[in-house]
């Protein structure tokens, strides 16, 4: 089993990873994001959608929502999320390596490095593949990912997080020539420790560039920050955003 599809992990660090300003960053995004462009009808596409952390946003702002994920606990959660803003959604559980909707979506989205969860190369590429077969032509498939240039600048730092009454140490360790992430997470709450490890892998904007070109994609630009800033030094983030042709 990988460690993504382990429940309990979702379950035992969601404050860790969704904390409340998640959706409160989300919400932002969504309405000031050049990227995020969306009208009222557009139909779109959350891959490993969490909490509904992007899609209340989007369904507030018009657009019909999809979100898939494999983690039936973290669905529920996004039940919870949609009923409580007052807005539909659709939810189904799949695995995004075979998740596919021909020429269904406008807009295909998959957050904070949700992507590169699979050892084998060639899954992560068939999610690409997926995606560009669920949009329209002229749709766009957008993914953000911690990039190799950005991780490289701090790298190696142990982090403490206060969280939920205890505090989260977490250590990154850099695997197999820089192509692969160990994150190992310890939680110290009073007399309770709880300890997991998540995997990943590394993609520099090149690397992920030629993956988006090899699925398909058109048009593939690598962005610094959700405000369309450019993938240079100064960059947050790494996003890139491809188009079926």
Same mark, same amino acid.
């Given at each position: 089993?990988?460690?993504?599809?382990?429940?309990?992990?979702?379950?035992?660090f969601?404050?860790?990873?969704?904390?409340?300003?998640?959706?409160?960053?989300?919400?932002?995004?969504?309405?000031?994001s050049?990227?995020?462009k969306v009208?009222a009808?557009d139909?779109?596409?959350? +891959?490993?959608c969490?909490?509904?952390?992007h899609?209340?946003?989007?369904?507030?702002r018009?657009a019909v929502?999809?979100?898939?994920?494999?983690?039936?606990?973290?669905?529920a959660?996004?039940?919870?999320?949609?009923?409580?803003?007052?807005?539909?959604a659709?939810l189904?559980?799949?695995?995004?390596?075979?998740?596919?909707?021909?020429?269904?979506?406008?807009?295909?989205?998959?957050?904070?490095?949700?992507?590169?969860?699979?050892?084998?190369?060639?899954?992560?590429?068939?999610?690409?593949?997926?995606?560009?077969a669920? +949009?329209?032509?002229?749709?766009?498939?957008?993914?953000?990912?911690?990039?190799?240039?950005?991780?490289?600048?701090?790298?190696?730092?142990?982090?403490?997080?206060?969280?939920g009454?205890?505090?989260?140490f977490m250590?990154?360790t850099?695997?197999?020539?820089?192509?692969r992430?160990?994150?190992?997470?310890?939680?110290?709450?009073?007399?309770?420790?709880?300890?997991?490890?998540l995997?990943?892998?590394?993609?520099s904007?090149?690397e992920l560039?030629? +993956?988006?070109?090899?699925?398909?994609?058109?048009?593939?630009?690598?962005?610094?920050?959700?405000?369309?800033?450019?993938?240079d030094?100064?960059?947050?983030? +790494?996003?890139?955003?491809?188009?079926?042709a």
């Amino acid at each position: 089993m990988g460690w993504y599809e382990d429940d309990d992990l979702w379950v035992g660090f969601a404050e860790v990873m969704f904390p409340p300003r998640r959706a409160a960053e989300a919400e932002q995004v969504v309405a000031t994001s050049p990227l995020f462009k969306v009208t009222a009808g557009d139909r779109v596409l959350d +891959l490993a959608c969490g909490p509904a952390t992007h899609l209340v946003p989007l369904a507030r702002r018009g657009a019909v929502v999809t979100g898939v994920d494999l983690s039936e606990a973290m669905l529920a959660r996004a039940r919870q999320a949609c009923e409580q803003a007052g807005v539909d959604a659709r939810l189904v559980r799949a695995d995004m390596r075979e998740h596919v909707e021909p020429d269904s979506y406008d807009l295909v989205i998959n957050m904070y490095t949700s992507f590169g969860y699979f050892t084998d190369p060639g899954e992560n590429l068939a999610v690409l593949r997926n995606a560009h077969a669920s +949009l329209t032509p002229g749709g766009r498939l957008l993914v953000d990912v911690l990039g190799k240039e950005v991780f490289a600048g701090w790298v190696g730092r142990t982090q403490a997080v206060d969280v939920g009454g205890g505090t989260v140490f977490m250590r990154d360790t850099v695997l197999d020539d820089w192509t692969r992430l160990r994150s190992d997470w310890t939680w110290v709450r009073g007399d309770e420790v709880r300890r997991t490890s998540l995997y990943s892998t590394l993609y520099s904007a090149a690397e992920l560039r030629a +993956l988006f070109e090899a699925a398909g994609f058109a048009d593939v630009e690598c962005f610094g920050d959700f405000d369309a800033s450019p993938y240079d030094n100064h960059a947050r983030r +790494l996003i890139v955003r491809g188009t079926r042709a």
